[in-house]
């Protein structure tokens, strides 16, 4: 079951201009660390009052999953994420509902305790949606 919004995802490659972007609106970095199964590194920025975060994604070489997207110059909107509470239920689920899955299995996000797997819902919208499970205590809030 999805739980809830747990942040948008932001392809960049000026991490630092994007970070300094969002520091002006507010944000805080909160987090950060390496998606190395996907060839990112991520930084999470939240608002002051908490909520969900705006992960910025930026490629650690050429191989990354975000770099053909940055090369055609896409910068902005990557994808949605939102947290479940069983990722390979989810996965089945959304498969049998005609989403094309991104990943087969779960994979390791960029935060501690954090599995991920993206899906790619073609219509209405396009939209590359990652699935969120934590396996900690400490969940961001």
């Given at each position: 079951m999805i739980i809830g919004l747990d942040h948008v995802g932001v392809a960049t490659?000026?991490?630092?201009?994007?970070?300094?972007?969002?520091a002006l609106l507010g944000l805080s970095m909160e987090d950060r660390g390496e998606a190395a199964d996907y060839g990112v590194d991520c930084e999470f920025w939240t608002?002051?009052?908490?909520g969900?975060?705006?992960?910025?994604?930026?490629p650690r070489d050429e191989q990354a999953a975000v770099s053909g997207r940055l090369a055609r110059k896409e910068q902005g909107l990557y994808h949605v994420?939102?947290?479940?509470?069983?990722?390979e239920g989810e996965l089945d689920r959304l498969r049998r509902e005609?989403?094309?899955?991104?990943d087969e299995e779960p994979r390791a996000g960029a935060r501690d305790g954090m599995r991920v797997a993206f899906v790619y819902a073609r219509r209405p919208a396009a939209l590359l949606i990652e699935l969120?499970?934590?396996?900690?205590?400490?969940v961001p809030s």
């Open positions: 490659g000026d991490p630092a201009g994007a970070g300094s972007l969002l608002p002051a009052e908490g969900p975060a705006v992960e910025l994604v930026s994420a939102f947290e479940v509470d069983h990722l005609g989403f094309v899955l991104v969120v499970e934590y396996r900690r205590s400490d």
